[in-house]
């Protein structure tokens, strides 16, 4: 009888600047930074859905497909803090949670229903220069989503006039971000 494969298991802080990708496959974009810089993670790892070079926050990790497929599904709650330029309404704040009109792969879509809340100081995230205040003010919200469409979030606050600024995902289903730093990474048992 043979052993179960033990799978491998990360949580990661995904810092600003890095795609969510262990090996760079393009002629373009090979000054990039890529995951497998920031440890000697073992072969076969996969990042659980992703995050684009601009986003940071938490990634889950695994070498676990089926597991990796059910993280991604609508099942899971992904919760995101964006800084947006300008200061956002409760009109527009609505909008978001009724779920809004984007652009997916060139055609039309219109996102699943979301919580959101607007926070009235900056929330708890690490420190990172985004731009000067003489550019104007800014809104923090948080959008709890169960889907996750190419830059969903960025389109959503771009589409009621907000444009994300900065985007940092706190929450995937149980874990959170917490404490982390940018570029903390945890071994864990399970990510279910």
Known sequence: ?????????????????YLSQFVNNQNKRRNKKLLGSLFNFPKNLMAIGRLDEKSEGLLLLT??????????????EKEYYVMVDGIMSSEELQKLKDGIEISVNGKLYITKPCAAFLFET??????????????GPTSWLSLTLTEGKFRQVRKMTATVGFPTLRLVRIRIGDFELGNMQ????KEVETIL
């Not at 009888?1 to 600047?17: D, E, F, V």
């Not at 070498?63 to 899971?76: F, L, Q, V």
């Not at 940018?182 to 990474?185: E, F, L, N, V």
């Open 182 to 185: 940018p570029g903390d990474i």
């Open 1 to 17: 009888m043979t052993k179960p494969l033990k799978h491998s298991h990360y949580i990661l802080y995904k810092p600003y600047g």
């Open 122 to 135: 900056t929330p708890k995230v690490p420190k990172r220069f985004v731009r000067e205040e003489k550019h």
């Open 63 to 76: 070498t676990d497909g089926k597991m990796s497929d059910y993280i991604r599904s609508s099942k899971i």
